[in-house]
C-alpha cells in the first residue's frame, strides 16, 4: 500500500511538474474585449443543458457574493486557451458571475477551496494581466481548473469559468 501511495504521488509530482517547468511565453495582453460567446445556438434546450450543468456544478465550488449562472458560454483572454479547451474537452464546464472585484474573487476561491466539504487540493495557482488560474485536485480523483477574469464592463465583477476533468492520469 505504501509503495502504491508512493507512485501516485510520483506520478502526479511528474505530471505537474511537466505541466508547469515548461517557460511560458508571455502573450501580449489583447484590446479585444471578453464576450460571451456567440455560438449558433439552434434551440433553448442547447441552453437550458448548459445552465443545467452550470448549476450542479455549483455544488463542487464555493459561491462567492451575488454568484449567477450564465446563460451562455464565456470567451475570455488567455494565453493558449484553445489548447487548455482541447485537453479539456471531456470536461464539465461551469460559467458564472460574481458580484465582486477580481482580486476579492480570487482570495475568497483560495481560502475556501481547500475546505470541507469541497476538499480541493491546489496543485497550481497563475496570476497574469488577463486573471487567475487555479488547478486542484481531490479524493473523487477530479482535477478542477478555476480562471477568475474581470468583466470588460465592470471591474466591480468577475467572471468565474471552471472545468472539472475526471480523466486519468496516464504515467
Known sequence: MRTTKFALVLCCLSFIAACTSAPQQVTPISSAPITTL???????ATVANSMAMSESLLLRIPKCDGIEVQEK??????????TRIEELGDALWGYYSCDQPQADVVAFYRAHMPEPPYNNQETNWVERAEGSVGVYYNSANAWLYIWIVPQPND?????????????????
Not at 455560438?39 to 433553448?44: G, P, Q, V, Y
Not at 470567451?75 to 484553445?82: A, G, K, Q, V
Not at 468577475?158 to 492520469?169: G, P
Open 155 to 171: 471591474p466591480q465583477k468577475t467572471y468565474v469559468i471552471v472545468a472539472i476533468s475526471y480523466a486519468l492520469i496516464n504515467c
Open 38 to 44: 456567440k455560438a449558433d445556438i439552434s434551440s433553448t
Open 73 to 82: 458560454p464565456i470567451i475570455f483572454s488567455w494565453p493558449n486557451i484553445e
